[in-house]
């Protein structure tokens, strides 16, 4: 994307990185990053929900300025934990905004699910550049989040590969001659299973993603193409194109990540290794380019690449999601909250995986029909919807077992 970036410091100044869910899979590739170019990159602030022995040990070995843990309870164990380091601790959602608010040059955005949200708008007001990969802050109050870096005048710099892919070939000078943007799909571990094989299949066989090595919550999601369906909405927010101009094609090697075809007639693609280093890398060093030790591929090695068409029917989710986006309003938010319950559900036994789609498409229509499916002005209302479509999911998730 051609556009500028006032933020950036001067060339060769370390920068300074703040990683918001630092101790999740992203959290890792970005430390990866951050450790392997101390010249260029260092740590400011972390955060992680509990886990405070792998929060703490990555405080200390990065330097960190300030480390948040989002549970309370675990609150004094991470004091403990960093006790005569020098290293600042918070807890709670005080403690992650604290984190989130610090002047950092970047703060990457790698919290699961809608719980970065406030993490998200707090870097931003606070006037942080953001690299996100939480893309449930996008799908729940993308307008919101959008208005607010605008505002500031920075763009979101996108973590996740299919973004990240989009973001280094759309040409924002040229965006009015863009006929399609189109975001690739591996297809999941169920890409060839029958319909009946996937509503019955276990948590260990949706946790087997064949390309890529993730958190349960988006190798759940990824399973049932919820994943893609989040990643059209995020798209839409990130490069404000209508749902027309948006489009999905399975691609099972996982090598092309994003493809954007131009009125010409040419059609550019960005293809790379399935490792989230390599987005993370893109990220930390823009506008520049820096070199990362990351996967390589060799196209011959790799011989064919192959696309086929994404099968609604077998995966509803991915149905579901390009419905909500049609429909706007408080619906992508409401679809989030109840797949957030669904995926817990399912990971926990205590759902099927088929009925991951249903709970969640239950809950979209029960909200509709109580009226509560409306654009949130706020994030206030954004939360609000959001608990609210917890609560019905959680009442649903009863009856559908
Ligand atoms: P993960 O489960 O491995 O890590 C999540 C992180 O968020 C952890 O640090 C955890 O402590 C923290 N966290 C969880 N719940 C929290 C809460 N309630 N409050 C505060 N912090 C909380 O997840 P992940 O796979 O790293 O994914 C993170 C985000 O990046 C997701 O939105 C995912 O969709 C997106 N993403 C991930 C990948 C990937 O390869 N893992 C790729 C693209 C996009
Ligand atoms: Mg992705």
Known sequence: MQVSNPGTDAAGAVKRISVLGATGSVGDSALDIIASSPDRYQVEALTANANVDKLAEIALARGARFAAVADESRYQALKEALSGSGVTVGAGLSGLEEAASMKADIVVGAIVGAAGIQPTMASLLAGNQVALANKEALVCAGDLVM?????????????????????QIFDEANRGEIEEVTITASGGPFRTWQADEIAAATPEQALNHPNWSMGSKVTIDSASLMNKGLEVIEAH???????????VVVHPQSIIHGLVTYTDGSMLA????ADMRIPVAHCLAWPERAPANTRRISLIELGRLTFEAPDLTRFPCLRLALEALDEGGGLPNIMNAANEIAVAAFLAGQMTFGGIPTLVERTMLEMQKAGESGAAGSIEEVLATDKSSRLVAERLLERIN
């Open 147 to 167: 208005a607010e870096a605008a505002k500031l005048g920075k763009p979101i710099l996108p973590v996740d590969s299919e973004h990240s892919a989009i973001f």
């Open 237 to 247: 927010h990130l490069y404000r194109m209508p749902r027309a101009k948006l489009s």
């Open 270 to 273: 960005h293809l790379g290794a």
